[in-house]
């Protein structure tokens, strides 16, 4: 496992999290393992398309992945991209 995240990648995932709505959608990912999208849109206030687009984003970013399970994606934390980000934000 990489012990250091380079700069270009830990400035994506601070970019992703700028949104207080992906930044929701990320601490739900944390208190589960894998969840369906429909569920991220029972949490927020927002359009399924939106939170769709929000979730497009945090899964460029790195810090959540995406399976495709039949006929719904199933999205969670990518829990060593996330230890990556915190060790790096502690160092600052």
């Known amino acids: 496992m990489p012990k250091l995240m ?3 990648k830990f ?7 700028g949104h207080p709505a992906r930044f929701r959608i990320v601490e739900y990912l944390k208190k589960t393992d894998t969840c369906i999208c429909g569920e991220i849109v029972d949490i ?3 359009a399924q398309s939106t939170v769709s687009q929000h979730l497009k984003i945090l899964k460029e970013s790195g810090l959540v992945k995406g399976e495709i399970e039949g006929p719904r994606t ?7 991209v996330m230890d990556l980000f915190k060790r790096k934000a502690n160092d600052l």
Do not use: F, N, Q, T
């Not at 400035?11 to 999290?17: D, Q, R, T, V, W």
């Not at 199933?74 to 060593?80: K, S």
């Open 6 to 8: 380079e700069a270009e």
């Open 44 to 46: 927020l206030p927002l």
């Open 74 to 80: 199933c999205y969670c934390l990518d829990r060593i």
């Open 11 to 17: 400035s994506k995932i601070c970019k992703a999290l």
